[in-house]
């Protein structure tokens, strides 16, 4: 056999070969969409069964049961309960500090604008002593102290009076 013709009959088998395969598929989809299986439905099958085998596997079944295990576990309790009150206690103290921040603004607008900050800067302001021993200055530090004090709990025998303190040699700023 010659080779040009030996190639020429492989192409013809091939374009045959591609034709059946053409039409079989065409005749499964005919199949499919005659049962009432659409491509998506299929898919959602194969998602399930595969997930099933998830479940069943011994990784999972493993995982799963360590996982219960340190959920019923007393640690994990505490942990939880402890994160729990330290979320009610920040809470508790940010509404406190934004009530007293929102009454301190409050007060602030009472005043006139001319007794306001008219010719310094905010951080210069903030750094002087007038304002550093100011009564609203006083209160919003005893507030961040309570705050500290609500949320870290007291460190040995510190009160929520001593957790800040500042001092002329320690200032806050």
């Known amino acids: 056999m010659h080779p040009v013709s030996a190639a020429f009959q492989v192409e013809e088998e091939i374009s045959t070969l591609r034709q059946v395969l053409s039409a079989k598929e065409r005749h499964a989809t005919e199949l499919k969409r005659k049962l009432g299986l659409s491509p998506l439905n299929e898919f959602k099958q194969n998602l399930t069964k595969s997930w099933q085998d998830v479940q069943t596997s011994n990784a999972y079944v493993s995982a799963s049961a360590t996982l219960d295990d ?10 939880q309960e402890t994160l729990s009150q330290a979320g009610q206690k920040t809470s508790a103290a940010l509404t406190t500090m934004g009530s007293a921040i929102s ?9 006139p604008l001319s007794n306001s900050f008219s010719h310094y800067s905010i951080r210069h302001s903030i750094s002087m002593p007038a304002i550093r021993n100011s009564a609203t200055f006083k209160s919003f530090e005893d507030k961040m102290g309570n705050l500290k004090y609500k949320v870290v709990g007291p460190r040995g025998d510190e009160s929520p009076a001593d957790s800040v303190t500042p001092t002329q040699e320690n200032p806050p700023f």
């Open 103 to 111: 009454r301190k603004l409050g007060d602030m607008r009472v005043l």
């Open 70 to 79: 340190i959920t019923h576990s007393e640690a994990y309790k505490k942990t």
